[in-house]
């Protein structure tokens, strides 16, 4: 199994920046891609970025390119997404997904595992 464990959330300002981290643990060999989505109150959860695991490729949601970031450090089984620039809207819990298969999908379903998520809240 994987265990995955978010971090780095928060309460910023607009405008502000926020880096969070997924730290994953177990059978980390059977991931192909990490993604991160996104719950806000009374909404889907939405995908937000997501890069492989071997690779350096990055997907980005719209509402989010230019302003966040994913990025991994192998050594240390780590996947973080910077956020910068951030707005009232990316107010949300901020999960962390691993997912076993191919392609890299924007899907949650796709995903099998999954962090409990860390709390984002942008205020204006």
């Known amino acids: 199994q994987v265990q995955l464990v978010e971090s780095g959330g928060g309460l910023v300002q607009a405008g502000g920046s926020l880096r969070l981290s997924c730290a994953a643990s177990?059978?980390?060999?059977?991931?192909?891609?990490m993604g991160w989505f996104r719950q806000a109150p009374g909404k889907e959860r939405e995908f937000v970025a997501a890069?492989?695991?071997?690779?350096?490729?990055?997907y980005l949601a719209d509402a989010v390119k230019g302003r966040f970031t994913i990025s991994r450090d192998n050594a240390k089984n780590t996947v973080y997404l910077q956020m910068n620039s951030l707005k009232p809207e990316d107010t949300a819990v901020y999960y962390c997904?691993?997912?076993?298969?191919?392609?890299?999908?924007?899907?949650?379903?796709?995903?099998?595992?999954w962090g409990q998520g860390t709390q984002v809240t942008v205020s204006s």
């Open positions: 890069i492989r695991w071997s690779g350096v490729t990055t």
């Open positions: 997904a691993a997912s076993p298969s191919w392609p890299v999908s924007f899907r949650p379903q796709d995903y099998a595992y």
């Open positions: 177990g059978r980390t060999f059977s991931i192909y891609a």
